[in-house]
């Protein structure tokens, strides 16, 4: 079993899966929603749900679109970007929406790992022009 680092398997039988996760989208409309529209995020992990802590801590400000955050806050090895997490289990936490409301609109959520370059059945320039013309976030 390949466990990250400091890392325990729970005891309830669940598949372990983890995953390296460099950052979360989320897409959120205030212009739409008004008070549904999240203000304030909290995201969890762990290896199971017993032991989640807290890794990130975002607050929002009228968001309207794709708002994409890394979810670490810990610097990689050459302190030039965020290293990734490595978890079983990620909870996002809706702590608090604008306006106070009650309910929440959450209009889509993408978990996103790193680049993987090699794993597409082509490889060259257009795999480069394949990544540059993408609608997703890059980083």
């Known amino acids: 079993m390949n466990l990250p680092p400091g890392a325990t398997a729970p005891d309830d039988g669940t598949p372990l899966t983890h995953s390296e996760t460099k950052k979360i989208s989320i897409h959120l409309s205030y212009p739409q929603d008004d008070s ?3 203000s304030t995020l909290a995201v969890r992990a762990g290896t ?3 032991d989640l802590q807290d890794v990130r801590l975002v607050t929002l400000e009228k968001p309207d679109g794709w708002i ?3 979810v670490s806050s810990e610097p990689n ?5 965020f290293a990734p997490l490595y978890a079983y289990v990620i909870q996002i936490i809706i702590a608090q929406n604008h306006m106070s409301g009650k309910d929440t609109h959450v209009r889509g959520l993408k978990i996103l790992g790193p680049v993987e370059y ?10 480069l022009i394949y990544i540059k013309q993408g609608s997703g976030t890059r980083w």
């Open 36 to 38: 549904y529209t999240p």
């Open 48 to 50: 199971g749900p017993s």
């Open 68 to 70: 994409t955050f890394d």
């Open 77 to 81: 090895e050459d302190a030039d970007a």
């Open 118 to 127: 090699g794993i597409l059945p082509f490889n060259g320039p257009t795999l």
